[in-house]
């Protein structure tokens, strides 16, 4: 779907302002190799400026950065952590849902389930192999998410407790997700915005299909009503702050903005998705936990309460009701894997070690 080149170029010292970076222009033409112990040269510089001003000038036309593009240090990093706590959250975000498989009602609902679970894992690799293209390996984003180091989406520490936690998931997590990373497919990086575009064909799919197994669950029993009801009153709150903190408590928001990587702020997204939610509500029939939830004329938006951002940090700093046995099932999946890279190392050095006797 999207290609890119892992053969990233040299790094070249930093120069006299510290800012380090690759010596291959915006263009990805090839500048003059600088020794890492040579003192920076005025030429350096010069030509380090050049970079920064193409860079620059490619952020300013809505252009696209490539991998093996000049990029600033800080670009790089904020790229970094932004994909690959985005890849942990595919990865992770498996779980809650991987844990209703073998409870599905029907063999429609088990095929349709286990389809999106797998989407969620495709998720991953493609953003972990378009991170990569950063110069970090994937073996150590992993270590940084199993070494409890990296961070991943608060939403999946909370427990799937009943069969319609798995349709509000789909209706309201995947639905939050496309409103969050539509706007990435824009992102000035480009593998990252090229994984994207299928990510959020993919997303909303698993949105629709949320969308409608909650529809024939409302159509069911009361019993069943009452349960779709319970799991919406149980991931609302939880749904709106995983787009992540106020704009005023934001501090990464800036930067990602003036990078091209962030389009739409925390808040104006999660406003953006209580005015596209409320309607479907009534559809569906069931009512938001929010009673200050109303239609703001003047504003032409809905106004809602205040989210409980105490129980947003108190879950992303590890403490929520599942991170521990998330975690620990990340791990153990790791752990039982290794048997699959090794089989898959060993089969690539028995095929290169075929090809050099049939090269000889
Ligand atoms: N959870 O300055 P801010 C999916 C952190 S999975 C945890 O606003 P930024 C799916 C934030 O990282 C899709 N941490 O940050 C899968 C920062 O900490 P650091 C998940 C959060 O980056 C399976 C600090 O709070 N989506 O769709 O400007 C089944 C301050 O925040 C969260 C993505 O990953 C959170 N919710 O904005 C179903 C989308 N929010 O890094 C569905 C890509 C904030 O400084 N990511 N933090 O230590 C983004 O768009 C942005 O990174 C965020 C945060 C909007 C999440």
């Known amino acids: 779907m999207y290609t890119q080149a892992l053969d990233l170029p040299e790094p070249v010292s930093a120069p006299a302002n510290g800012i380090a970076g690759n010596n291959v222009s915006a263009s990805g ?8 112990l040579q003192a920076p040269s005025a030429a350096h510089a010069a030509q380090h400026a050049a970079q920064s001003a193409r860079f620059e000038a490619t952020l300013d036309a809505d252009g696209k950065i490539e991998p ?23 990865i992770v975000g498996m779980q809650p849902e991987g844990n209703w498989i073998s409870r599905a009602p029907s063999l429609k609902r088990k095929a349709i389930l286990l389809a999106k679970v797998q989407d969620e894992g ?44 798995v349709g509000v998931i789909g209706w309201l997590v995947d639905g939050a997700a496309i409103m969050n990373q539509v706007p990435i497919c824009r992102c000035s990086y480009g593998p990252y915005a090229r994984a994207m575009i299928r990510i959020c064909k993919e997303e909303s799919f698993h949105q629709r299909q949320g969308f409608e197994s909650l529809m024939v669950q409302m159509q069911g029993t009361a019993a069943q009503r009452a349960m779709v009801q319970d799991a ?99 791990r153990k999946a790791h752990a039982d894997g290794q048997w699959v890279r090794d089989a898959a190392l060993a089969y690539a050095a028995k095929q290169e070690q075929r090809s050099m006797k049939e090269a000889a």
Request: charged residues 20%; contains cysteine.
């Open 122 to 165: 495709g998720h991953g690799l493609y953003l972990y192999s378009a991170a990569e293209t950063l110069g970090t390996s994937r073996d150590q984003m992993l270590d940084a998410l199993h070494s409890g180091k990296a961070k991943y989406s608060s939403i999946f520490n909370y427990p799937t407790l009943t069969w319609a936690d």
């Open 232 to 330: 919406v009153n149980r991931w609302w709150w939880p749904v709106l702050a995983m787009f992540g903190p106020p704009d005023a408590d934001s501090p990464n928001s800036a930067q990602g903005k003036r990078f091209g990587i962030k389009r739409i702020s925390n808040d104006d997204l999660r406003q953006k998705f209580v005015d596209a939610t409320v309607p479907q509500t009534k559809v569906l029939g069931v009512s938001l936990p929010d009673p200050a939830l109303q239609w703001n004329a003047a504003r032409q938006c809905h106004d809602y309460g205040a989210i409980d951002w105490s129980d947003f940090w108190n879950v992303v700093n590890g403490n929520g009701p599942c991170n521990h046995e998330r975690l620990a099932t990340r």
């Open 68 to 90: 093996r593009d000049f990029m600033p240090d800080a670009y790089r990093k904020t790229l970094l952590r932004q994909m690959s706590q985005h890849a942990h959250s595919e």
């Open 29 to 36: 033409a090839q500048g003059a190799a600088v020794h890492p």
